[in-house]
């Protein structure tokens, strides 16, 4: 597609419940972020795949967090047993080989996660 | 990474031109100045990259003095849909990033 697509764009959870969320790269984005972003804050790094490899992630904040991409495209993070500090908006980016040197990575909208 | 300092937040008028400093005293001698521009309910958008002196595009201009420990985003003329947060952030020239965002400046632009 055109840019980075994310699904839901808004997901309502009580806590406690497990959600997914579902990120489409751009076709041919080798590397895929997720990033975090609490409300008046800068996004945090999440997690990166190149290709399906997942090489870091170190930004998951517990073993609740989980990430993957099966096939080097779409990706899903999934966030068990959700807790009320876990509201915030989840950013995809994705970028082609050598792209993010020179264009920067290309971001979705977001899903904003509200745990109630 | 090095880390950067930027204002919290400016105000302007239509018409102006805004210049946002920031500054990055331990940026390494590879590592290149990255901006993005951030709209609510969007994801961060890349506008402009740059090493040293001077780099332009159709939406801005970045200044880069020789030591490099600081840099200006400048974007001419601004219109009330300049209306964002600009994220300033060092990144390595080549390899995997890990983009690290601080709070960003809150620009409004004002009629």
């Known amino acids: 597609g055109a840019g980075v697509s994310q699904s839901p764009r808004y997901k309502v959870a009580k806590r406690g419940q497990d959600v997914a969320l579902r990120c489409d790269p751009i076709?041919?984005?080798?590397?895929l972020f997720w990033y975090q972003q609490a409300l008046g804050q800068g996004p945090e790094f999440l997690t990166y795949?190149?290709?399906?490899?997942?090489?870091?992630k170190s930004g998951l904040p517990s073993d609740r967090f989980f990430a993957e991409r099966p096939e080097g495209s779409v990706s899903t993070l999934k966030i068990q047993r959700t807790q009320q500090e876990d509201s915030a908006v989840y950013l995809c980016a994705s970028s082609r080989p050598g792209g993010g040197e020179v264009v920067g990575y290309t971001f979705g909208s977001g899903t904003r996660l509200t745990v109630v | 990474l090095a880390k950067t300092t930027q204002p919290i937040s400016m105000d302007s008028y239509e018409g102006q031109e805004v210049n946002i400093t920031c500054s990055h005293n331990n940026i390494a001698t590879n590592d290149y100045i990255t901006w993005y521009q951030q709209f609510p309910s969007q994801g961060p958008r890349f506008i402009i990259q740059g090493y040293k002196t001077k780099v332009t595009n159709e939406v801005a201009s970045l200044f880069i003095p020789a030591d490099r420990k600081s840099s200006t985003l400048s974007l001419p003329r601004v219109s009330l849909s300049d209306t964002a947060v600009y994220y300033c952030l060092v990144r390595r020239s080549t390899g995997f990033q890990k983009l690290v965002f601080g709070t960003g400046t809150r620009l409004l632009v004002s009629p």
């Open positions: 795949f190149q290709n399906e490899a997942q090489l870091d």
């Open positions: 076709s041919g984005h080798v590397s």
